[in-house]
């Protein structure tokens, strides 16, 4: 069995369950750290003669990262091409035991059950009204219906945006200002804010400086989520 993963947080669940199954992954998966494996560009521009070339026996790829027109150009060369879609917890629970059992073939890991133990368990931090940019020059926010909204909210999260009519709308800062929120969630993914960038643009706010990995990442890092976010939360209030 070769696969490749045109997904970062697949490129980990592949890799943490039988890593030997991976022939290529983006140039953006970064975990598992010693990953050795053809790089084959971008999630938004796959090389997608280099997938073909590896001549994998499936292709594990996302509707929302992945572009339609490079899934489609996979599909035409004849590979199988394994597309998931996630907008809630029990969702990415569902689509990993689809991609590593039904996809794969493989035995379903003990990390999936550990992950779907550690949300089970898991206690609201409180009840935080809050806005969650995910990008700066313009601003963009969570919006409805994605999976890292529905994450915070089991966390005791609520995203003021939650109910736009987009799933990732642009606001402008002064109406994010004014929202009435407790609290800015200010992950390092995709844009990389940090202490020194994001927190001073919400003066009234706390900020909560977050994993993104942990925050947006569907696979072995859904164990530790819990735990990370909610300590990234309660110190935004000490």
Do not use: Q
């Not at 073909?52 to 590979?79: I, K, Q, S």
């Not at 919006?143 to 945006?161: C, E, W």
């Not at 020194?196 to 890092?221: C, I, K, N, Q």
């Amino acid at each position: 069995m070769r696969v490749v993963s045109l997904v970062p947080s697949l490129t980990e669940a592949v890799a943490a369950t039988e890593p030997g199954l991976l022939a290529g992954a983006t140039d953006w998966c970064s975990h598992p750290a010693d990953l050795d494996v053809v790089r084959i560009g971008g999630t938004k521009n796959p090389d997608v003669a280099a997938v073909v070339a590896l001549r994998p026996d499936l292709v594990v790829a996302n509707e929302e990262e992945n572009r339609l027109p490079d899934l489609d150009a996979l599909r035409a060369a004849g590979l199988r091409v394994l597309v998931t879609e996630v907008r809630d917890l029990p969702g990415a629970f569902r689509e990993l035991d689809r991609v590593l059992v039904g996809g794969c073939g493989l035995s379903r890991p003990a990390w999936l059950d550990e992950a779907e133990e550690a949300w089970a368990a898991v206690e609201p931090v409180g009840d935080l009204r809050a806005v969650v940019p995910v990008w700066r020059r313009p601003w963009m926010v969570l919006g409805r219906d994605t999976f890292a909204g529905d994450v915070l909210a089991r966390l005791g999260v609520r995203n003021l945006y939650a109910g736009h009519a987009e799933r990732y709308p642009r606001v402008p800062l002064a109406e994010l200002n004014a929202s009435g929120g407790d609290l800015v969630v200010l992950p390092d993914e995709p844009y990389a804010f940090h202490a020194g960038d994001g927190p001073e643009a919400f003066p009234a706010m706390a900020a909560a400086l977050v994993s993104g990995r942990h925050l947006t990442w569907y696979g072995p890092s859904l164990s530790e989520a819990p735990a990370v976010l909610s300590g990234a939360l309660r110190a935004a209030f000490r």
